[in-house]
């Protein structure tokens, strides 16, 4: 139920052409937010981006006490040096599962008492995959009996510890390294497949000694991180649907400038190519510990692809406009080993299959995943409903481009979590 209009989104009338900037990486901000706060000494964080995620993480740690002001030109973070003030109240993560579980992992062994708390969507994932292991580290950390939100979190002092995360969650293992710099010894933590690995770089460029082997990263605590300046690249994730509509409309040319390419995040450039897509990347240098540079995506004729489990945590967050384009490819693409996708904003197996299906297309969820039939084109004409998830608005804006119809999207707003111009910047692409 929501109040906001629904938004019209029309036929492309010709190809997308140009060059546009997408908002600043969001697991990067958060993580220059978190991660300076509890330093020691002062950050200026250059390029954040104004959605409502980083928003929820700026005022939780406000409330953690660390002073954080804004100069006009970029953010100014006070560290806490490892303490934190007990906050008054229940801190809001809003609809941010970034905020809520590396918070968690960042408090617990805070020596305060405090609450995490947020939004239905929030309130609805799963956070026994993050309270679990904190409490093998010695951890006092409450949830409600389905191991949801609210978190409750009681001081506690933490040991260095072994996890075997069963999941490859970036959240869980930066919660789990997080808590492992207040832990006494050796923290380490291993994933069944690699994720994004952004607190990894960061803590390296804060003079932490992060440890990677295979799939298992370890530090060493209790230890105090030094504030380090961020200017925050774009965000891949967000550029991905620029990059798909590109793909998607005959003629078109897009170049995503300064964006992030750090190989744990586009997947989806590997997915594309594979789908006969005209995709590039150029990396142009380092900006924060992670390369940088230019996205560019020509429109092709698609065609279906396997979307395999090892390639799900590198594409996790893209696995909706990714079925759009094989929504619109030739063949039937199938997604396996993506059970993650039902956890996020919304269930995303349910939502993205309801959304192509809405659209004309033939979509079909599995346990873990799912299963799309291509068309050369989609009906449209329909309203498609987000259940207010930031990626099924812009996912639904691209397929709109490639219908026949107009297509309404329901809680347009919604997109302003991640990307708040979204649609003024695909209007400038628009002929
Ligand atoms: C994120 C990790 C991913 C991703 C989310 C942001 C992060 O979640 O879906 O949007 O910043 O660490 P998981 O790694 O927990 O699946």
Redesign the pocket.
Known sequence: VSAQPARKVAPARGPLRGSARVPGD??IA??AVLLNAVARGTARVRGLPDGADVRSSISAVRMLGCSVDDDGDALRIFGRAGHFEAPRANIDCGNS??TM??LAGLLAGGGIEAVLDGDVSLRRRPMARVAKPLREMGAHVETTGEGRAPIRIHPAELRGTRIDLE????????AVLLAGLAAAGETAVREPLP??D??ERMLASMGIAVRRVGTTVSLDGPTLARCVDVDVCGDA?SAAFFAVAAALVAGSDVSIREVCLNPTRIGFVAVLKRMGADVEVQIEGQRAGEPIGTLRARGSRLRATDITPEEI?GT??ELPVLAVAAALAEGTTIVRGAA?LR??ESDRIATVTAMIAALGGRARATDDGMEIEGNAHLRGGARVATAGDHRLVMAAAVAALACREPVEIDQPESAAVSFPAFFPTLETLLP
């Open positions: 969001k697991s958060h993580r599962g970034t579980r590396l999941i490859a969650s970036a959240q869980v293992k930066s994720s994004r952004h607190t994730s945590p996790i967050d993650e956890f996020k």
